[in-house]
């Protein structure tokens, strides 16, 4: 499942970065500017977030399959970039929702 999550996150990351990479996004549909803006900060917003999750999930296989590390302590690496992951995700609607 952790490779799965990993490709699909590395895909969606790509996509995105070729989204917000795009000269005119006209042919999308997009036509006014505060539209642009929010294309482009969004694009690249969610190609970011994708990337820090396809890293996070990436250092996870390695340290797991390459260094022969036992299920518990998977779990507690699994489990430490959870919270980690959580802990981001509180810091931004925090940051992004209060005023």
């Given at each position: 499942?952790?490779?799965?999550?990993?490709?699909?996150?590395?895909?969606?990351?790509?996509?995105?970065?070729?989204?917000s990479?795009?000269s005119?996004?006209?042919?999308?549909?997009?036509?006014?500017e505060p539209?642009?803006?929010?294309?482009?900060?969004?694009?690249?917003?969610?190609a970011?977030?994708?990337?820090?999750?396809?890293?996070?999930?990436?250092?996870?296989?390695?340290?797991?399959?390459?260094?022969?590390?036992?299920?518990?302590?998977?779990?507690?690496?699994?489990?430490?970039?959870?919270?980690v992951?959580?802990?981001?995700?509180?810091?931004?609607?925090?940051?992004?929702?209060t005023?």
């Amino acid at each position: 499942m952790t490779r799965n999550l990993f490709f699909g996150s590395v895909a969606l990351c790509l996509l995105f970065i070729g989204l917000s990479q795009i000269s005119d996004p006209s042919i999308l549909g997009i036509h006014g500017e505060p539209e642009q803006i929010l294309y482009y900060g969004g694009s690249g917003l969610l190609a970011g977030l994708f990337g820090i999750i396809a890293l996070g999930i990436g250092i996870f296989l390695g340290t797991t399959q390459f260094e022969g590390i036992s299920k518990g302590r998977r779990r507690v690496i699994l489990f430490a970039m959870l919270l980690v992951f959580i802990a981001v995700l509180i810091i931004l609607v925090i940051r992004f929702y209060t005023k």
